[in-house]
């Protein structure tokens, strides 16, 4: 007959470790080229006209009151031409800098966020039951059926 300490069996639930592959999202540094247009302001030669004030000689007739002495004793008018510089303007071409507006072309270097999936071992926990060990080899009859020579346990409801 086998002891009743043997035949009772108690299970411990041994956690085990497992690795499960786990993706978690690590932010990426990636440079694009990206093309602004931006305004620059350059000096250009442009020509354009300029009034000039040149003096030149005209002749213009100017009546002059004269008396004389005749025997009527009458003013006489007499026409006499005087010489006189007025003014007189024309455009005259001059080169002046005048600044333009042109488009240049600026490259800038802009970090964008990617996201790459990247794989980090996590460890992840499962709890296992071990099964009863055996109670006893069988070299005797039991009421259940159960043969003879081999192995079996006995599942108490207190586990």
Not at 25 to 38: L, M, Q, R, Y
Not at 41 to 61: F, K, R
């Amino acid at each position: 007959m086998v002891p009743k300490d043997y035949i009772e069996t108690i299970t411990v639930e041994v956690p085990r470790i497992v690795q499960v592959p786990f993706e978690i999202e690590e932010p990426k540094a990636v440079f694009e080229t990206v093309t602004v247009d931006e305004p620059y302001v350059i000096e250009v030669s442009q020509d354009y006209e300029m009034p000039v004030i040149d003096l030149i000689d005209v002749e213009v007739e100017v009546p002059e009151e004269m008396e004389e002495e005749v025997m009527v004793n009458v003013p006489v008018e007499i026409v006499v031409l005087k010489e006189r510089k007025i003014p007189v303007s024309y455009e005259v071409p001059v080169e002046v800098e005048v600044p333009v507006e042109v488009d240049q072309n600026i490259v800038e270097h802009r970090t964008v966020l990617e996201e790459v999936d990247v794989e980090v071992p996590v460890a992840v926990e499962y709890e296992e039951k071990i099964p009863s060990p055996p109670c006893h080899w069988h070299t005797i009859n039991h009421s259940h059926d159960i043969r003879v020579g081999l192995t079996h346990t006995h599942h108490h409801k207190d586990n």
